[in-house]
């Protein structure tokens, strides 16, 4: 089946650090990856995606790289801040609109 | 404009009885996904539409889950018998195709007792 593995499951981060999480996906024909972010009792949120003719895409402080080869996806938060404090759910598309997701990373800001 | 909402936000039944989940998309959207997601774990597909009909039910775990969508709008997820094991949160979202960016409404928790 489709699988998507993500780490680390638990991040916590110094406020101003950088934080990454990193994605690993199965299916070859994967084309599309977004990141969504989730607060506590709400839906997911997204913030950036990246297509497979992309390596490398940024908004603001956050930004995406792909690697396809090695099939795998990251996120960078740069500077980060306490509102950054959720969990974090990597995806990648199954076919023309199916979203397979990781297991999520709660991050923690720590002021 | 508005998002996709859901009702209710909270569902609370018992082991065996039916319960309805309502989705209401993104004026215009013509793709609705329904999904479920358990306790610290991602979400996962249950249906997808493309207008009236589902183009993809593959997700549903078993027959005592069915959803509609009558007019290509509002959707609803009928689980009939419900069981400990189907709570959970269940999610819905709506893209403008089907190839579009999803956008997840709040979701609605359901628990079985």
């Known amino acids: 089946g489709e699988n998507v593995e993500q780490h680390p499951s638990t991040l916590s981060v110094q406020e101003g650090d950088s934080a990454v999480i990193k994605c690993t996906y199965s299916d070859s024909a994967s084309n599309y990856f977004p990141w969504y972010k989730q607060e506590l009792g709400k839906g997911p949120q997204l913030i950036i995606d990246i297509r497979s003719n992309v390596g490398e895409k940024k908004d603001q402080r956050i930004a995406v790289t792909l690697n396809k080869t090695a099939k795998h996806f990251s996120l960078h938060i740069t500077e980060t801040q306490p509102e950054d404090s959720a969990v974090y759910f990597c995806a990648a598309s199954i076919g023309d609109y199916k979203l397979s997701f990781g297991a999520g990373t709660t991050v923690t800001v720590r002021a | 404009g508005a998002g996709v909402s859901q009702t209710p936000s909270n569902k609370v039944t018992e082991k065996g009885k039916y319960v309805e989940l309502r989705c209401d998309p993104i004026?215009?959207?013509?793709?609705l996904y329904w999904y479920r997601q358990s306790l610290g774990q991602g979400p996962e597909f249950l249906i997808y539409?493309?207008?009236?009909?589902?183009?993809?039910d593959s997700g549903l775990p078993n027959d005592r889950f069915f959803a509609v969508r009558p007019e290509g709008s509002v959707s609803t997820l009928k689980i009939q018998r419900t069981e400990r094991g189907d709570s959970a949160v269940y999610l819905c979202?709506?893209?403008?195709?089907?190839?579009?960016?999803?956008?997840f409404g709040p979701g609605t928790r359901l628990t079985v007792l």
């Open positions: 539409f493309q207008g009236t009909g589902a183009a993809d």
């Open positions: 979202a709506s893209s403008s195709t089907g190839y579009d960016t999803q956008y």
């Open positions: 004026s215009g959207h013509t793709a």
